[in-house]
């Protein structure tokens, strides 16, 4: 079982069970505040950069880096536009499209 310190992405990404990590993101997401998105980012940035994990679970952490990055200037204090953004990072790395006329 992950540790109580870790980030609860991480532990997601670290869970056996699939249902574990389905909707953990959006979860998250949907919840966070800025501050916390900041620190969402600086953990997974961290667990996607430690070369004792299992590759497979630092390239998901890598994908699911990309959502608090998308929020966060949604979700920076000032803002003018405050509304959460779709988190869509891993479904639009699935499929790139070009501009018109390519």
């Given amino acids: 079982m992950p540790s109580p310190a870790l980030h609860p992405l991480v532990e997601a990404i670290l869970a056996p069970s699939p249902d574990a990590k389905v909707g953990a993101l959006e979860r998250f997401a949907a919840r966070a505040s800025f501050a916390e998105l900041v620190n ?10 430690d070369a004792t994990v299992n590759p497979y679970q630092r390239v998901r952490a890598l994908l699911q880096l990309y959502a608090p990055l998308s929020l966060l200037s949604a979700r920076a204090p000032g803002a003018a536009d405050n509304r959460p953004r779709p988190v869509r990072g891993p479904a639009a790395l699935a499929r790139p499209t070009l501009p018109r006329g390519h």
């Avoid at 969402?40 to 950069?49: D, E, R, S, V």
Wanted: charged share 0%; proline share 0%; hydrophobic share 70%.
């Fill in 40 to 49: 969402a980012t600086a953990m997974l940035h961290a667990f996607a950069g």
